[in-house]
C-alpha cells in the first residue's frame, strides 16, 4: 500500500523546552512541549513524552516518519547522548529517564534518517520558512546558542571567533527556501565557577539573564523583568550595553551590584529593601536591550534594502523591544514566530529537513499556533463524570456557549477558557485561557489573588477584535501572538483599566474570526453587551506551572484555584455547594501526600 503523506519530526532535546514539531507535507501537523505533558515548567530531559504525543495524535508510528532533524544547544546531539552514556547529568537526563532513553529507537542511533543542526539555524528556520514573505531578513537573538566549532551554516569570515565562542546573535537573509547569513556575534568563554560561565558571557541575552538571576533569582525570568522595567528610573544605573561602530560591548558586572536577590526561607521578594534598585536596574537592562536591537534592525535594512523583518531566539519575546522595532526599525513588516524561544527549535529543525534536505518547497504559513492535538466531547465529559469532580461541579450545556460565557464575563466572574486545539509558545492565545472583563481595575487584583499569585506589578494581556484594534490602541502593526505591546488611546485608558500598564501600554493579542471564530465571536457577543471589544487574557496556570493542557489539567486548576466558571466546548462548569466541603478535605489529603513523598526514604 502506497505511503500517503511525508512526515518530518522536529525537535529540541535535553535542555529546557523539550519539544517536537511534526510536518506532514510540509505542514505543521503538530507541536508540543514537554512541560504541557509532564507537568514540569520548562522540563528538559529525554524527549520520548513530546514524540509519542505527536506521533499518536496523527495515528502513525516512528517508523512512518521520513526524517528527524535534532538539536541541543549545549553539543551536537550524537556527542550529548554519547556523553550522557557515562556522565551523570541530571539536569538533561534524569536517573528515571534513562531506561526509557536506552529503549528508544533514536537514542545513539546513527542513520542518514536523523540529522542534526545548529541551533541559530534551526532558530532561523523557525522564523522565515513559516512566516509570510517569500523574501526578507532574519533577526535571531537568544541568550546561547551553539558552540562556533559546531556552526553549521557558512557565515562572514569578518566574524571572527575561537572555536569554543558560542551564539549570540546571528542576521540572514532569505528568497524562498535559500537562506544566507549575514552576521554573528559571538560570546568568548568566561571564566566562573561552576556553571557560572554563561552569566559573565559579553552577550545581549546573555545579560537580561543576568540581570534576570540577580533581580529575581531565576534566569528565566526575563518576562517578569520587562514588566518591571517601567518602573524604574531613567538612568540611575550605568549603561550595561553599548554599541561603538557597530561592535557590541558589555562591561563586566562589578561588585557595585551588590544587591542581589538570595532567597533565604523568610524574606519577602516585594517587601525587599532593594526594589528600588532592582527596579532601576530593569529599567537599564530593558532600554538598552531596545536601543542595541533598534541598532541592529536599522543596519539590517539599511544593508539588504528589505522590507520584511522575521524575528526567533529568546530574546524575540519581549514585546516591547518588538513594538519599538515594528514602529521604527522602517522595516514594512514585522513578523515574529509565536515559539521564539527554545520550544521553537522543533519547529525550525522540521523546516530545515523539509527544505534543506528533503528540496521541497515552501507551502505553509504560521497565521495561527493552535498546534495541540485535539480533545472530544467524549474526553470533556469523562472528566467531568469522574466522582470527585461530579460532586464539586454543576455541569450545564449551552446551546449559545459565547454568548452565556460574555453575560459570565460581564458579571465579573472569572472564567477558563479551554476550547479546541492548544497554542504552541509561552503565550495563552484563547484556547487554553483564564478569560475577565477589563472595565474594572480591580480585576486584576482579583486574578492575582484568586488563580495566578503573581507579582503584583505584572500587567495582565489584552485580547481585541482585529478590525477594532487601530481604534483603542495606537499602531497599525498586528499582533495576532500577543509580542507586540503598543499604548493604550487615552481615550480608552480609563474604560479598560485593567489591562493598562504603568507606562500605558498593553501587549495586545488581535483576533480575527479566520483563526479563532470561538474567540471572535465571544469578544463579538461580549462588545454586544458592554461596548467593548476586549477581553483581559491570561494563561489558564497558576504560578509556577504550565499552561494546562487536557481537560483533566483544566479542571484540577478550576477546582483547586478561584475560576468562577469553566467553559470546556460547550459546557459551562460551576462550583456545587459540596466543593467548599470537599476541596478543604483534598487539599489536605493532597498536603499530606506530598509530605510522606518528600520525606520518604528511598528503597
Avoid at 470527585?388 to 466572574?413: E, F, G, M, P, W
Avoid at 484563547?430 to 486584576?444: F, Q, V
Wanted: aromatic share 10%.
Amino acid at each position: 500500500m502506497p505511503k500517503k503523506h511525508t512526515y518530518v519530526l522536529g525537535l529540541n532535546t535535553y535542555d529546557h523546552d523539550v519539544s517536537a514539531c511534526l510536518l506532514r507535507d510540509g505542514a505543521i501537523a503538530f507541536a508540543i512541549a514537554k512541560e504541557r505533558i509532564t507537568r514540569m515548567k520548562h522540563a528538559s530531559g529525554f524527549y520520548k513524552e513530546v514524540i509519542d504525543y505527536c506521533l499518536e495524535a496523527e495515528g502513525i508510528t516512528l517508523d512512518d516518519v521520513d526524517l528527524v532533524v535534532r538539536n541541543c544547544y549545549i553539543l551536537p546531539v550524537p556527542e550529548m547522548e554519547e556523553r550522557l552514556v557515562y556522565f551523570d547529568a541530571p539536569g538533561f537526563l534524569p536517573d528515571f529517564e534513562r531506561g526509557e532513553a536506552a529503549r528508544h529507537p533514536l537514542y545513539l542511533k546513527h542513520s542518514d534518517k536523523i540529522v542534526t543542526i545548529s541551533h541559530h539555524l534551526a532558530h532561523a528556520y523557525s522564523a522565515f520558512a513559516v512566516s509570510p514573505f517569500e523574501e526578507g531578513v532574519v533577526m535571531i537573538v537568544d541568550g546561547v546558542g551553539s558552540y562556533r566549532s559546531d556552526v553549521m551554516e557558512s557565515f562572514p569570515a569578518g566574524d571572527a571567533a575561537t572555536p569554543l565562542a558560542r551564539e549570540s546573535e546571528s542576521y540572514y537573509s532569505f528568497n524562498g527556501t535559500t537562506l544566507e547569513c549575514l552576521k554573528k556575534v559571538w560570546m568568548e568563554p568566561d571564566r566562573g565557577f561552576l556553571s557560572d560561565e554563561f552569566y559573565n558571557m559579553p552577550g545581549l541575552g546573555a545579560l537580561y539573564s543576568r540581570a534576570s538571576t540577580y533581580i529575581f533569582g531565576d534566569w528565566n525570568k526575563c518576562g517578569e523583568l520587562m514588566g518591571l522595567a517601567p518602573y524604574g528610573r531613567r538612568d540611575q544605573v550605568k549603561y550595561l550595553l553599548e554599541m561603538h561602530d557597530g561592535t557590541l560591548q558589555v562591561p563586566h558586572w562589578t561588585a557595585d551590584f551588590k544587591q542581589p536577590y538570595v532567597f533565604d526561607g523568610t524574606s519577602s521578594w516585594e517587601k525587599s529593601p532593594s526594589m528600588r534598585h532592582w527596579e532601576d536596574l530593569a529599567w537599564r537592562t530593558q532600554d538598552d536591550t531596545e536601543n542595541v536591537l533598534l541598532a541592529r534592525a536599522r543596519w539590517l535594512r539599511e544593508t539588504t534594502g528589505a522590507r520584511n523583518l522575521t524575528m526567533a531566539g529568546g530574546v524575540a519575546l519581549n514585546c516591547v523591544a518588538n513594538g519599538r522595532l515594528a514602529r521604527e526599525a522602517g522595516f514594512d513588516n514585522v513578523w515574529i514566530q509565536p515559539a521564539a524561544g527554545d520550544d521553537g527549535i522543533a519547529i525550525g529543525c522540521a523546516y530545515y529537513g523539509w527544505l534543506e534536505i528533503l528540496k521541497q518547497r515552501r507551502g505553509f504559513v504560521m497565521d495561527h499556533a493552535y498546534v495541540g492535538r485535539r480533545y472530544s466531547d467524549q474526553d470533556v465529559a469523562r472528566e467531568l463524570q469522574k466522582f470527585l469532580v461530579r460532586i464539586q461541579a454543576d455541569v450545564v450545556k449551552s446551546d449559545n456557549v459565547c454568548r452565556d460565557t460574555a453575560r459570565l464575563l460581564a458579571d465579573q466572574k472569572v472564567i477558563g477558557w479551554f476550547q479546541d486545539r492548544s497554542e504552541f509558545g509561552p503565550r495563552a492565545l484563547g484556547n487554553r485561557s483564564l478569560i475577565a472583563d477589563p472595565r474594572k481595575g480591580e480585576m486584576k487584583d482579583i486574578l492575582n489573588s484568586r488563580v495566578k499569585h503573581r507579582q503584583a506589578f505584572r500587567p495582565f494581556a489584552p485580547i481585541v477584535l482585529a478590525e477594532r484594534m487601530k481604534e483603542v490602541f495606537e499602531g497599525e502593526e498586528d499582533s495576532p501572538f500577543m509580542l507586540i505591546a503598543k499604548s493604550v488611546r487615552p481615550e480608552w485608558r480609563d474604560r479598560i483599566p485593567a489591562i493598562v500598564h504603568v507606562d500605558g501600554t498593553a501587549r495586545v493579542q488581535t483576533v480575527r474570526e479566520e483563526t479563532n471564530p470561538m474567540l471572535y465571536r465571544l469578544l463579538k457577543e461580549f462588545e454586544a453587551l458592554t461596548g467593548v471589544p476586549v477581553l483581559i487574557n491570561t494563561s489558564f496556570n497558576i504560578k509556577g506551572e504550565p499552561i494546562v493542557e487536557t481537560p483533566q489539567d483544566a479542571v484540577n486548576c478550576f477546582l483547586t484555584t478561584g475560576v468562577d466558571h469553566l467553559v470546556m466546548h460547550d459546557t459551562i462548569v460551576s462550583k456545587s455547594a459540596m466543593h467548599k466541603v470537599v476541596a478543604p478535605a483534598l487539599n489536605v489529603y493532597a498536603d499530606v501526600r506530598t509530605l510522606v513523598a518528600s520525606t520518604a526514604q528511598p528503597a
